[in-house]
């Protein structure tokens, strides 16, 4: 069973940084592309960056620039160092394994102005 595990979120002030960690186990990391999402109150979920399994990498408009998406693949991880937070950023953030239909339970992001 695939299961996903987000962690790292917090309150960071604007212009600062967080870094949020996800856990992946029940595939073969390795073999799969990865991404995260984010979901504000009353807004649907959006799509925010994705590394694929051959390490292409690919960005939300709104986020290019000042997030970075890594794996390792040891680890069967993936982070997002998330740099020059705004206050519109704020949103649970979610990762998702690229082909399946699971969850994680996400970790919330919050940024004060």
């Known amino acids: 069973q695939v299961q996903l595990a987000e962690s790292g979120g917090g309150l960071v002030q604007a212009g600062g940084s967080l870094r949020l960690s996800c856990a992946a186990s029940g595939i073969i990391f390795s073999n799969n592309g990865m991404a995260w999402h984010r979901q504000a109150p009353g807004k649907p979920r959006e799509w925010v960056a994705t590394?694929?399994?051959?390490?292409?990498?690919a960005y939300a408009d709104s986020v290019k620039g000042r997030f970075t998406i890594s794996r390792d693949n040891a680890k069967s991880a993936v982070y997002l160092q998330m740099n020059s937070l705004k206050p519109e950023d704020t949103a649970v953030y979610y990762c998702h394994a690229l082909g399946f239909s699971h969850w994680g339970q996400g970790t919330q992001v919050t940024v004060s102005s």
């Open positions: 590394v694929t399994r051959g390490a292409i990498i």
